[in-house]
C-alpha cells in the first residue's frame, strides 16, 4: 500500500531524512517513534507531497507522489502536527469545504455526518472553530483528513495535547480505522505506539534504526533471566554470594536504597530461573530479600538504548548477535574493572578517589574503541554490500 | 478551485474586510463623482475615474494581504497543498475570489452611469472602456499584491508592501521623468499605467494596453506558483 525507498531530504547542509525505506501493507498501523527533530514529521511530509524529497521515492497505492502528486493524494488523508484549520469557519463550513476541495464523490450530508459521528463532534457542528477546545480541533483536523474515505491515513502525533481520556478515545478510533484503512501514525509517546500499532519504526537522527513488531522489538533488548533484586545485607558479601551461584554470569550492584540495601542486577544464562537458589542462598546467609522482579525492558527502555548508543543503534542495524556480545563484553570487562577497584580498594584505601577516575574513563575509552570497532565493522560490511550492488 | 474559490468569498463576507473594502470604495467614488460631475452639472466621469486609480492603490493591499500570509501562517496552506488540488488551482481560486470581491466594488459605476442618464445622456461606449479599464488595472493590483502576500507571513508586511509596489507603480512617470539616461527612461515610462489607463478613461480602446494589463495579470499569477513550488523543492 505503501512503499517508501531510500527516501533523502536535505536542508542545506542538514539531513533531516538519511536513506529511509520502509512498505506498510493494507490494513497496518505504522507506528513512527523518535525523538523530537528525529525527522517523522519531514518523512510524513513528504509521503503527503508536502515537500519534495532530494531523492528516493514514495509510492502511495502504486502511485509515485513525485510523479503523479494530485492522484497520490487523493489516496490520502493526512492530519499534519498542527491542523490545518480556518479558525473563523465552523466546523460544518470547515468540512463541506473539504468535501470540495477533496473533490468527494460521495453523497455529502450522509458523508459529513458520519465522520462527525465518527470522531465525535456531531454537537460542535454549528460551533466556530476558533472557539473549540484543544481536543475538539484535534477531533476536527482527525474528521478533514478522514473526509473522502482515503485508503491511506497519515496522522502526525494525533494525540498531542489531549487530555487522558480524550487520548484514549482517540487511540481507541485509530486502532478501529485500523481494520478498514492503512494507517501511519507519528509519536514520541512510546505507550501510545505501544497500544496501537502493529508495526513500530524507531527513527533517530533520520535513519531507520529498527523496523519491527512491538513483541520482538522489547523481546530483543529485554531477557527473562534478568532480575533485578534488593537485598538488605553487607555488599561485598551479597556480590561475593551471588557470583558464585551456579548460572550467575554477571551481577551489578549498583544502586543503593538505604543502609546496607542494595539492588542487584543479576543475569544468569539464559532459560535457567535462578529465583530459587536465590533465596535459599539469601536466606542461609542470613540476608533478606525486600524485592525481586524479572528484568523486563518497556519498550521505552528499549527506544533510549537504541536512541542513546551509537553502538546499539549500529549493530542494531546489522541486525545480529554481535550487539548481544558487544553488550556482554562490556559487562564482563565492567566487572573486571570493578574486581580491579575493589582489591585497589583495599590496598590503598586513601587514593580510592582518584582510582575510582582512572577505572571510569578506562571503561569509557573502552567502550569507545568497542563502538568504534563495531562501527567499523558494520561500515566496512555496508561497504561491501555497496560494492558489491554496484558490481 | 471552486472549492478555494467559496471559502474565500465566504471568508471575505464573514470577516469585515469585504465590508470595509466596499464602504470605502463607494464612498469616495461617490464623493469624486459628486464633486466632478454632480456638482458641475456634467455628463463627462473621466474625472471620477481618474481620482479612483489612486483609490484602489490604497485599497487594494488590504483586500489580498491574508490571502497567502494567513493561510502560512496559521499553518492551513498544509492541508491545501497536501488536497488533491494543483498550485495553479490554488492561486486561480484565490486571485478570482479577490478579483469577484473588487468587480462588485467597481460596478458601482454603472448607478453612477445611470444617474447621469437619468439626468441628461451619459456617454456609454466611454463608460464601458472606462470600466474595462478599472478592471484590467485592478486585475494587476491584484495579481501583484497576492504575489507579496505569498512571500510572507505577516499580513502586515503584505499590505504595506503590496501598498509601496502599487505607489511605485503609480509614480512610475515621475520616477522615468528624473532618470538622467534617455533610453532607461524610455523604456521605464513605457511601464507606466497611468499612461495606458488614461487613454481608456478618454475613451481610446488600445488593444496593446490590453495585453499589456492581461499578461501582467498572467506573470505575478505565475510567480506566486513559482513561490510555492519553490518551498516544496527547497
Known sequence: MIEVKNLVKHYGDKKAVNNISFTVEKGEILGFLGPNGAGKSTTMNILTGYISSTSGEAIINGVDIMKNPIKAKSYIGYLPEIPPLYIDMTVEAYLDFVFDLKKCKLPRNAHIKEVCELVKITDVRKRIIKNLSKGYKQRVGLAQALIGNPPVLILDEPTVGLDPKQIIEIRTLIKKLGKTHTVILSSHILSEIQAVCDKIIIINKGEVVANDTADNLTNNVSNDHKLIVRIEGPREQVYKHIHALDGVTSVIADMNRGENIYDYEIEATPDLDIRRPLNTLVYEKGFNILMMKPNDLTLEDVFLKITMGEMVEDT?????????????DLNISFENKKEELKEDDNKKGKDEKAKKEAVIDDI????ESKAKKSEKDVSSKNNKKSNGGKK | MGAIFRREMGAYFSSPIAYIFLAVFYAFSGFFFFTTSIMYSISDMSGMFGSLFLIIVFLIPEMTMKLFSEEKKQKTEQGLLTAPVSLNAIVAGK??????????GISIIFLYALIIEYFGNAD???ILSNYLALFLVGGVFIAITTFISSLTENQMIAAIGGFISLMFIYMIDYIAEIIPWKPVS?????????DKYSEFTMGLFNIGSIVFFLSAIVIFNFLTVRVFEKRRWS
Open chain 1, 316 to 328: 542494531f542495524k546489522t541486525k545480529d548477535n554481535k550487539r548481544t556480545a558487544v553488550l556482554n
Open chain 1, 364 to 367: 569509557l575509552s573502552d567502550v
Open chain 2, 95 to 104: 486571485y478570482l475570489a479577490a478579483l469577484t470581491l473588487y468587480t462588485i
Open chain 2, 124 to 126: 456609454w461606449s466611454v
Open chain 2, 186 to 194: 524610455d523604456v521605464v515610462s513605457k511601464l507606466s499605467f497611468i
